[in-house]
């Protein structure tokens, strides 16, 4: 009997040690009522986190085109002493977005395994307002455990997307159809 407990134990040590958690703290601009239908994407990148900003931001624009919300992702290495970063706007106005979406990594932990936490700053500004409307800090424990990647782990990075995603539902930011 003693030993169907161990076993049990064991799997639930096991389970909360392999599932992924996100926390997601947002701030809405109490009057913006807008709702969005077209998203810009600006993913900050510096060599060394390149393959996780692809990652990322490859996962929430999924997110958002499984709500049918159109978006259009790019990519701008990330400089300190850049003030007023330069922006693609031929690639904006041709698009024509309602807001654009700023994805930056604040930090990241790594095992052996590979990314095991991450930290995000995202931030959208509405082009009409010329103002930002809506900021969130994304904490993600990923599953990079036992032998799972963090990044490549397909479910683990849908599941950080869609957080992303419905935060902006919960925020009434996205208009769904």
């Known amino acids: 009997m003693k030993s169907i ?18 926390s997601i703290e947002t701030n ?39 709500k049918n919300i159109d978006s ?17 706007k031929e690639k904006i106005d041709s698009f024509q977005p309602d807001v654009i979406m700023f994805i930056a990594l604040k930090s990241g932990m790594y095992n052996s395994y590979g990314l095991t936490e991450l930290n ?9 307002m010329q103002k930002v409307v809506w900021k969130a800090d994304v904490s993600s424990k990923l599953k990079a455990r036992f032998g799972f990647q ?5 479910e683990t990075m849908k599941k950080l997307g869609d957080s992303i995603v419905q935060k902006m539902i919960e925020d009434e930011l996205l208009n769904i159809k």
Request: proline share 2%.
């Open 28 to 66: 809405k601009s109490t009057e913006y009522n807008r709702q969005i239908e077209k998203v810009f994407i600006v993913s900050y990148k510096v060599d060394e986190t390149e393959k996780t900003m692809k990652a990322v931001s490859e996962v929430i624009v999924n997110s958002l085109k499984m």
């Open 120 to 128: 995000l700053d995202l931030a959208i500004v509405d082009l009409e």
């Open 72 to 88: 259009e992702l790019y990519y701008k290495e990330f400089d300190d002493l850049e003030l007023s970063p330069e922006l693609p």
């Open 150 to 154: 963090g990044l490549e782990n397909k």
């Open 5 to 22: 407990y161990i076993i049990i134990g064991c799997a639930l040590a096991f389970l909360s040690c392999a599932t992924s958690k996100n």
